[in-house]
């Protein structure tokens, strides 16, 4: 009767054995497996009872159930809209201070945790399912970073209504709360950081997180590029090298300290040699890094409307740079005017040059930028506050689209 | 000032003169451009784009008081050209007058042919070959005109002071269709607020109303 039940004993543990011996393998604890038979011919229940003491004696003997990990994967979509949700803030556009916008995710992880334990009744013990716990996103930080002192600052958190793998705040009932609302009035570079946590379960399925992040150009006045051609370019002189306004004659003389304080103000903006040459010259035709004085604005046909204008030249039809030298074109009568007046006028026509073009929204003023309208030559000074050189709203947009990434998108205005 | 201060003014101005003469490499000389490219790349076009204009808001009224002729009618390109300080690219339009809206124009009939005086709009662009290359050149200010198309157009003399050549004033011209008229200018709509998407109908009785005076 006895070697019968060791027999069956030995039978039965054979295939507890090979059951096991599956998942030792992978754990590499394969202590079950030494058993000697001998050790097994014991009365009925005693081996159930001996195994159950030496499991719970040595904790590690639990790894022999090790939980199962399948799947995964994650992604993490961002979007950011103004609140009327008239438009769509790309990566690397330009927003308006002061305006809501919505942020919104769409958050997925994937995959999932089998957990398991030790099943020894019958024995031998076997792995057996206990649970199942899913790998999902269980919410998403947002931080804003940007020039403020006391950056950066945590927009807030979104979660999800439930243990969902896939969850988008933009449906509702989805998210909580369903989306954030930022505006700022800092103005300058924002990024806005979301951080996607991910429960990776007790199998610890990596990664635990996803950052994903998207800049935009915080201004108050609706930014805008000279641009043309097809495809569409941006035009502008080129990013290097030191720009020179030239003086034709001595009639321009009279121009000189504005034309100095002019690219005085636009050399400190781009952080680059822009000077007045000494003397009377001109521009070779091919020289795009020359500016020249002219005052014929207004006289030739297809001259557009104001008080002056850049004298254009070629371009690159790729790049949108200047491929020929430009001027600044006074009209004939432009003498007598304040020197105020002429400082603004110039810094606005190399703002053309640099690749600007007339910003004249509700959103901007004189003081705000150089590109709004100018009152030429007249004889009183400009209102107080009147920007005479670019503003950081006229920098911005050249240094980091026009000399940048060429994004001109823009969500605000 | 003194007579020496007199003098030395004197000669920093025939000084400046001799450096400045024409015929000297001036800024954007289309010809030299040209020729420069040509050794260069002949094959490729030279492209160009013209002066930025700084259009304020105008409503119809004045529009309509400060332009010397308002029409509607048709454009068909006739010549392209390079301007007179060689430094841009013109194209002459025929006008084909649809409605006579405000002021004159010269007659389209004479007892001799060889008289009749031109109805022409000249603007900014056109595509033409100099010195072996191809030049083109586009208004950034304003949409391209399509010939055949209806346009209402808002005209002043163009200054190269010929008789029956106009030139669009403060950017008015208007594409027209059943959909209301579409001004051609970058940031139309903002310039022209009482005139863009309006029907043509309105728009022609606000300009003869403003011709007519108050």
Redesign the interface.
Known sequence: MTHNHCRVLLLGLGLGMGAISNTETASGDSSLLTARPADLCVAPGALEARHRRSIEARPGRMQGCPPIPSGGGEDLQVFITKADASCTVENGSYVRALTLYELHVLAEAYGQCTLRGPDCSPLPCTCVTTGTQLRWPSAVGILLINSHPLSPFSVGPIYPNGVLQQWDSRVPGQASPPGRGWSTSTLGEATLRFTEFIFTTTCNILPSSKVVERTAYVLECKPEW????TPPVN?HGPQTGNIKIVL????FENARASAEAAAAAWAKGLGRNISVQPG???????DSL?I?L?N????????????A???????N?TTGVW?????V?FEPNWTGGHPDNLTRTIAHELG?YCGL??R?HASCSSAGTIMS?GNCYSPDPPPAGTALGPTSEDVLPVMKSTYGNQVRSTCGW | MTARTQIA?GL??V???L??LPG???????R??AR??AAKNAEA????????????PKNVHDLARESDVVLRGTLTPIATYL???E??I?TDYRIDVEQLLAGKMPPMTSEKPSNIPPRVL????GELRLEGVW?RA????REEIVAGKSYLLFLMP???DDPGYY?IY??GIFEVSSDGVKPLLK?GN?VFKDIAGSAIEDVIANVKMARRGP
């Open positions: 000279f641009t043309g051609g035009f034709p004659s001595a009639a009377y010259q001109t521009c070779e035709s091919n020359c020249q002219k014929d604005h207004g006289t030739q046909p297809g001259d557009p409307v104001g008080c204008s850049l004298g254009t030249a070629t371009y039809p491929a020929g030298s430009t001027s074109r053309h073009w007339n004249e309208a | 003014a920093i101005a000084v400046s003169a450096t400045s000297t490499a001036q800024a954007q000389d289309l030299a451009l420069a490219h076009p030279l492209v160009l784009t013209g002066p930025p204009g700084d259009y304020q301007g007179p300080n430094d841009r013109l000249t603007v900014y662009g030049l586009s208004d950034p200010n163009s200054r190269r030139e403060h950017g940031g903002k």
